[in-house]
């Protein structure tokens, strides 16, 4: 796990959304406080940027956000934004320390 990201360091990047996406999952799977960083800044960052105008109200649109959002528009811009934010609910963590105990007790 340190030498993984030691070796890789994963951040989050406003620019690319779509390695944003892939990032978070990872992240999520090691745990620890690169995870935790990334997530604070990615959470709070798609918070603040989510759309409150009119009929895009909800929604993101990053047209400089790589590869993906920049041809998807909107739509995938929203998609990539809402799967991230629910990164905790649709994998269980494999690699943390506690995976599964914590999260999803029996």
């Given amino acids: 796990r340190d030498t993984f ?3 890789v360091p994963l951040i ?3 620019d690319q959304i779509y390695y944003d996406y892939y990032a978070a ?3 999520r799977q090691f745990g620890g406080a690169e995870w935790d960083k990334f997530n604070n800044e990615m959470r709070d960052w798609l ?3 989510q759309s ?4 895009a109200k909800g929604s993101w ?3 400089k956000g790589g590869h993906g ?3 998807g528009g909107r739509l995938a811009s929203t998609s990539f934004a809402t799967m991230m934010l629910e990164v905790y609910y649709r994998h269980m963590p494999l690699y943390a320390d506690n ?3 914590d999260d999803f007790p029996l």
């Fill in 47 to 49: 918070v603040e940027t």
């Fill in 52 to 55: 409150q105008d009119g009929g």
């Fill in 69 to 71: 959002p920049k041809d």
């Fill in 99 to 101: 995976a599964a105990e």
């Fill in 61 to 63: 649109h990053f047209p």
């Fill in 5 to 7: 990201c030691n070796e």
């Fill in 25 to 27: 999952q990872v992240l």
């Fill in 12 to 14: 989050f990047r406003k």
